[in-house]
């Protein structure tokens, strides 16, 4: 729900170790495992505190928290804070003025970064946007939409944890046991201005505090109405390779024994290109009986489905019904998602590696696949 909050407190509103100093300071930040807010004095010893609430409720922010958790998290960050040498009760924390707040959704999409970005790559923003995207294409993936002092982006989550040394070991291997990939949709606002004029665009009353802001349904309509805008001015392409990809993607998933099995579907999708769905479904009941014949039928709507469902299509749902239900993600549905999505090791896949799949698919099948759907597929 959120990833970042700032908050300040004036010289009255907390109390700092006599013998503090920022060399001190820095000394416990560094040598603790734990995760520690960032504190900054300004002028007139105004205090900026920024911190995950994930980070100090889970160590991790792939985990999201719940407006049921604030009063765990406030009560974490004054304890860190006293280890730190700052005082500040817990009140003042709830009552605190927010100068940035990060809303966040953490949404799994069950296809690969690279097949999801370089659509993005290829999109055409039309309209306000068109100016404010920029693509950041190295360490995740990240996807920024700007409009003005307003930031909104996507980014690869699953990259981020991967290349975080301080998360456990538990939660690496989990994410990189999963087909697809955890995506973040944020919109940073920064400013006590930027702040309240979202807030005023978005009919949304209230007193900045950080019990006040810490709400799944503000949340919810702040991101919902961006990620709208955003995908309302895409327009998208779709080429050859990317279809390659989601063949592959398509036998993966069908759990198929080796290579012969592999080879069989191909050689099916060959015989309909030629011959037609309902000649070759006669075939296949001759030769086996009406039952494999149906299954095969049942295959090849599947397979069309899928490829007709592009990348970009499949992120938007994803993400609409995220933003729609605001589950947060937690240990809990991640092994929930293990239990669906893990990668399936298939040895017939490895045995017929990329130039092959690329041969048969190039020769036989990237008309049949691009082109609209064809009647055969409901005849």
């Not at 991101?223 to 327009?235: D, Y």
Request: proline share 3%.
């Amino acid at each position: 729900m959120i990833n970042t909050i700032s908050i300040l407190l004036d010289p009255k509103q907390y109390k700092v170790a006599k013998d503090l100093s920022r060399a001190d300071l820095k000394m416990k930040l560094t040598s603790s495992k734990k995760y520690f807010p960032h504190v900054k004095f300004y002028s007139h010893d105004v205090l900026s505190i920024t911190f995950c609430p994930a980070k100090l409720l889970f160590g991790n922010n792939l985990y999201e928290v719940r407006k049921c958790d604030l009063q765990a998290i406030v009560g974490t960050l004054v304890e860190r804070l006293k280890h730190l040498g700052i005082e500040v009760s817990t009140r003042i924390i709830l009552l605190a003025h927010c100068w940035r707040i990060d809303y966040s959704k953490i949404v799994y999409v069950p296809l690969t970064a690279e097949m999801v970005f370089n659509q993005l790559q290829q999109c055409l923003p039309s309209g306000q946007l068109k100016k404010a995207i920029t693509l950041y294409p190295e360490k995740g993936c990240m996807v920024a939409v700007s409009l003005k002092k307003r930031k909104f982006c996507f980014y690869n989550k699953s990259a981020e944890i991967l290349s975080d040394s301080k998360n456990t070991s538990c939660l690496t291997q989990n994410v990189k046991q999963l087909r697809g990939v955890f995506w973040r949709v944020e919109l940073s606002l920064k400013k006590t201005k930027e702040i309240k004029r979202e807030f005023s665009a978005n009919n949304l009353l209230f007193t900045n505090t950080l019990q006040n802001i810490f709400d799944e349904q503000i949340a919810q309509r702040l991101l919902t109405k961006r990620f709208n805008m955003f995908m309302s001015n895409l327009c998208t392409g779709y080429s050859g390779n990317e279809m390659l990809e989601l063949v592959q993607d398509w036998l993966s998933q069908k759990k198929l024994p080796g290579r012969s099995a592999i080879l069989s579907n191909i050689a099916g999708l060959i015989a309909v290109k030629n011959l037609g769905i309902e000649t070759v479904c006669k075939i296949i009941a001759s030769v086996k009986n009406k039952r494999v014949a149906q299954k095969f039928k049942h295959d090849m709507k599947e397979l069309f489905s899928h490829i007709h469902r592009k990348p970009i299509t499949r992120f938007k749902i994803a993400f609409q019904a995220g933003l729609k239900v605001m589950k947060p993600m937690d240990a809990k549905r991640l092994q929930t998602l293990l239990s669906r999505h893990k990668k399936i090791p298939n040895r017939g896949i490895e045995c017929l590696d990329a130039p092959v799949l690329h041969t048969l698919f190039s020769k036989h099948l990237s008309q049949l696949l691009a082109g609209p759907e064809i009647l055969w597929i409901t005849a």
